[in-house]
């Protein structure tokens, strides 16, 4: 087997926007020869993780800096780089998940076209997954010659970990993603439908570079994660092997997501099998990393989940409620909940969960902006957590 090179740089803050240039340069051209998988005059779509409306200070998208660096490094090679995503909660609309995310200035300044993948248009894919047979897609992944990825390093209550196969998660439009959450229901489901998504998209994907400078440990992907500098910008043409180190770098050796893509040998899990070019791992901060409290769920084998949910279900469970001092009654975890288990009630004017429909996707807790979503846990289920 050819051994697969990941690269890796310590960088520690985005302050010296130079520095950020010259680190993100040198992690992509000690893969190899760039020049030679981007083109000039072609179209390359680059694909950052804005998961909604948060500023870059707040560690939970793609920083501006890192996107940056790869649009100027784009530009250097005479191809055309666009930057696309199809945010969640678009409460005040897509151009204010720009504004937010620092994504806008950057466009203007760099004079870069903004993709929403919600109006870009779609298209339709058949995919083998045990409950979905048929995907859809942004049509911006038809119309560009080649996909830069550029995930953030966080942890994740619902798969426990996102970086650069969970990022694609992201080319589906709008709302569908909330009804494929529902029809994969569990992490074991999800798992094989991000398979499906990276086996459709890994002939286009030019490489994967993460950004963890500065990331989110705990209960992430969003405001309820505690933010963590790794100080790690890493880059490597295989996805697969990318998070598989990095999974490795927290102490994780196995993950529910990597089994599916191991199966469908969509890339290399063997970290045997990989060069390792830039900075001593040493220096990168790996140490005791905080996982979601929702982590156990990512232990428990689909067999096992059936019979937990069959028979013990009333006493093991991790369930979102409403912190009502917190919850602006935007409404954003009645619209994001895909078993509709989130609703308001009589009598009442906060939203309430109702735990017999919720399927723990924990959707509302990842898109709500006000950290108004806890997640709950039963008297069981704490003593197997702690």
């Known amino acids: 087997m050819l051994k697969t090179i990941i690269s890796a740089y310590y960088c520690d803050n985005y302050d010296d926007e130079d520095n950020v240039q010259n680190l993100v340069d040198k992690t992509i051209k000690s893969l190899g020869n760039i020049s030679d998988i981007i083109k000039p005059k072609t179209k390359i779509l680059i694909k950052p993780n804005l998961l909604s409306a948060y500023t870059p200070n707040q560690a939970v998208t793609t920083h501006p800096t890192i996107v940056r660096a790869v649009v100027r490094l784009v530009k250097s090679l005479g191809a055309v780089p666009v930057i696309g995503d199809s945010p969640g909660n678009l409460l005040k609309g897509v151009e204010y998940v720009w504004k937010q995310t620092g994504m806008l200035d950057l466009a203007r300044e760099e004079q870069v076209e903004l993709i ?49 196969i969970k990022n694609f998660y992201g080319c589906i439009p709008g709302a569908r993603k909330i009804e494929y959450h529902k029809l994969a229901p569990t992490q074991q489901d999800f ?4 398979s499906e998504i990276y086996r459709m998209l890994k002939e286009k994907v030019l490489f994967t570079l993460v950004d963890g400078v500065i990331g989110l440990e705990g209960n992430g992907p969003s405001l309820h994660g505690e933010k963590r500098k790794f100080s790690i910008i890493a880059g490597s043409y295989d996805t697969v092997t990318l998070d598989t180190f990095i ?11 990597l089994k599916p893509l191991k199966e469908k040998q969509l890339g290399n899990t063997d970290l045997h099998n990989i060069i390792f070019v830039g900075d001593k791992l040493t220096k990168f901060d790996f140490n005791n990393i905080k996982f979601p409290v929702t982590r156990i769920l990512n232990m428990i084998p689909r ?4 019979c937990i949910g069959k028979y013990i279900g009333k006493l093991f469970w991790l369930k979102p409620s409403v912190d009502k001092e917190k919850c602006v009654v935007c ?11 989130i609703s ?16 723990s996707c924990f ?5 709500c902006t006000h950290k108004a979503i806890n997640i709950d846990e039963s008297f069981l289920a704490k003593i197997f957590i702690k």
Request: glycine share 6%; with cysteine; aromatic share 8%.
């Open 247 to 257: 999974l490795n770098a927290f102490g994780v050796k196995n993950n529910v997501f």
């Open 191 to 194: 798992s094989y439908l991000l």
């Open 331 to 341: 409404l954003q975890c009645v619209r994001s909940c895909p078993v509709k288990a």
């Open 116 to 164: 929403n993948f919600e109006t870009a248009g779609s298209i339709e894919v058949s995919i083998s997954h045990p409950t979905i047979k048929y995907l859809h897609m942004t049509k911006a992944l038809i119309d560009c010659d080649g996909i830069i990825n550029i995930p953030k390093l966080k942890t994740h209550t619902f798969m426990g970990f996102t970086c650069g």
């Open 363 to 367: 959707c509302c807790h990842e898109l």
């Open 344 to 359: 308001i009630i009589e009598g009442s004017i906060k939203p309430f969960v109702n735990r017999d429909k919720c399927i």
């Open 303 to 306: 067999w096992l989940a059936v």
